[in-house]
């Protein structure tokens, strides 16, 4: 494998005001890794951002905004020679379209796995230490104690056992939890005691004390934790979600916690976002909602900049196909035209 030839620059895709000293930070950061290459921070109305030149790389998230800006590029003297999408799983790029000079596309797999595991462990503290209920109880000035269940010892699945779940995993084993990871492939990984394939799923659920949904948003997993399959959770357990919405049924374990068929739950993510005013989920005081901020930390541009850095020496400094393939888009259905 040769070098590619190098990009004419590098723009980097603000989709809104309130992101752009954290793409500015990230432009800092890989300046020195490209350099003499240009890179300027874009935005997502391209308010006074000139077009892009012909064989550009472009840095960008999965939102409509970033689209636009892929369809900027004119078909002739190039397209665009690399697209990489700032998000830690592929599933946006199977709606792109065919793109200009068919160029290398990249995400950034395992971003933020470490900041959705700290998630993760805050949830389970938030329940397993019962501080849904003492902030109730402050609220109205009441002092009621009660034992608290300790972690050590209980179970954790996590279903989607990959970078995230590695990094869920090896925390809550920290703190003495049995780590069981479901996955298409059952290949060991970090961090688990054991791995099941998917057609264990039911029967791990059925001795969890928490589970934790970490699966791409497909075809496949599109609504596949419905009312039947929460059914199969212990009475007392969690469950968390943390990938995509539209994988749980939402109102479904709003009912379940209703019902005390779950301790509680937590959610990051969801199948609209905003969460609607009407969502079951806002009127459950044993339902965590957080606003898709799991992976969101001030380490985020750092930790996409070692990301950007490893692709680029991959690509374009020495080649190495297996330093890139972690990162490289393959799809699994043909990208749509037009």
């Given at each position: 494998m040769t070098p590619l030839p190098r990009p004419s620059?590098?723009?980097?895709?603000?989709?809104?005001?309130?992101?752009?000293?954290?793409?500015?930070?990230?432009?800092?950061?890989?300046?020195?890794v490209v350099a003499p290459l240009p890179v300027r921070v874009i935005h997502g109305d391209a308010s006074g951002d000139r077009p892009p030149e012909p064989g550009a790389a472009l840095v960008t998230g999965g939102r409509p905004e970033a689209?636009?800006?892929?369809?900027?590029?004119?078909?002739?003297?190039?397209?665009?020679?690399?697209v990489?999408?700032?998000?830690?799983?592929?599933?946006?790029?199977?709606?792109?379209?065919?793109?200009?000079?068919?160029p290398l596309i990249t995400y950034s797999r395992g971003v933020n796995?470490?900041?959705?595991?700290?998630?993760?462990?805050?949830?389970?503290?938030?329940?397993?230490?019962?501080?849904?209920?003492?902030?109730?109880?402050?609220?109205?000035?009441?002092w009621e104690r009660q034992w608290a269940k300790e972690l050590t010892g209980s179970r954790l699945?996590?279903?989607?056992?990959?970078?995230?779940?590695?990094?869920?995993?090896?925390?809550?084993?920290?703190?003495?939890m049995e780590t069981v990871g479901i996955s298409r492939s059952g290949r060991e990984l970090p961090g688990f005691d054991r791995i099941r394939t998917d057609d264990e799923l039911d029967a791990a659920l059925a001795s969890a004390d928490v589970a934790v949904v970490l699966l791409p948003l497909t075809d496949k997993t599109r609504g596949s934790f419905g009312e039947e399959?929460?059914?199969?959770?212990?009475?007392?357990?969690?469950?968390?979600?943390?990938?995509?919405?539209?994988?749980?049924?939402?109102?479904?374990?709003?009912?379940?916690?209703?019902?005390?068929?779950?301790?509680?739950?937590?959610?990051?993510?969801?199948?609209?976002?905003?969460l609607p005013d009407d969502s079951l989920l806002w009127r459950e005081p044993g339902v965590l909602v957080t606003p898709h901020v799991a992976g969101t930390t001030d380490r985020f541009m750092a930790h996409t900049a070692r990301i950007l850095e490893t692709i680029w020496q991959a690509v374009y400094e020495t080649p190495d196909p297996e330093a890139l393939a972690p990162f490289m888009y393959v799809p699994t259905i043909p990208p749509r035209e037009g």
């Amino acid at each position: 494998m040769t070098p590619l030839p190098r990009p004419s620059e590098l723009l980097l895709l603000s989709p809104r005001t309130d992101t752009d000293e954290a793409f500015q930070e990230l432009a800092q950061r890989l300046w020195p890794v490209v350099a003499p290459l240009p890179v300027r921070v874009i935005h997502g109305d391209a308010s006074g951002d000139r077009p892009p030149e012909p064989g550009a790389a472009l840095v960008t998230g999965g939102r409509p905004e970033a689209l636009q800006v892929l369809g900027s590029m004119p078909s002739e003297g190039g397209g665009w020679r690399w697209v990489h999408l700032t998000s830690s799983g592929p599933d946006p790029l199977h709606d792109w379209p065919i793109l200009p000079g068919r160029p290398l596309i990249t995400y950034s797999r395992g971003v933020n796995a470490r900041s959705i595991a700290e998630w993760a462990i805050g949830a389970i503290l938030h329940f397993r230490r019962d501080f849904d209920r003492y902030l109730l109880q402050a609220a109205e000035r009441r002092w009621e104690r009660q034992w608290a269940k300790e972690l050590t010892g209980s179970r954790l699945v996590v279903v989607g056992a990959g970078s995230a779940g590695s990094e869920v995993a090896l925390l809550a084993r920290a703190l003495g939890m049995e780590t069981v990871g479901i996955s298409r492939s059952g290949r060991e990984l970090p961090g688990f005691d054991r791995i099941r394939t998917d057609d264990e799923l039911d029967a791990a659920l059925a001795s969890a004390d928490v589970a934790v949904v970490l699966l791409p948003l497909t075809d496949k997993t599109r609504g596949s934790f419905g009312e039947e399959r929460i059914r199969t959770l212990p009475a007392d357990s969690l469950l968390l979600v943390a990938s995509r919405g539209g994988i749980v049924d939402e109102d479904a374990v709003a009912a379940a916690v209703r019902e005390g068929r779950l301790r509680g739950a937590a959610f990051d993510v969801f199948a609209e976002e905003p969460l609607p005013d009407d969502s079951l989920l806002w009127r459950e005081p044993g339902v965590l909602v957080t606003p898709h901020v799991a992976g969101t930390t001030d380490r985020f541009m750092a930790h996409t900049a070692r990301i950007l850095e490893t692709i680029w020496q991959a690509v374009y400094e020495t080649p190495d196909p297996e330093a890139l393939a972690p990162f490289m888009y393959v799809p699994t259905i043909p990208p749509r035209e037009g």
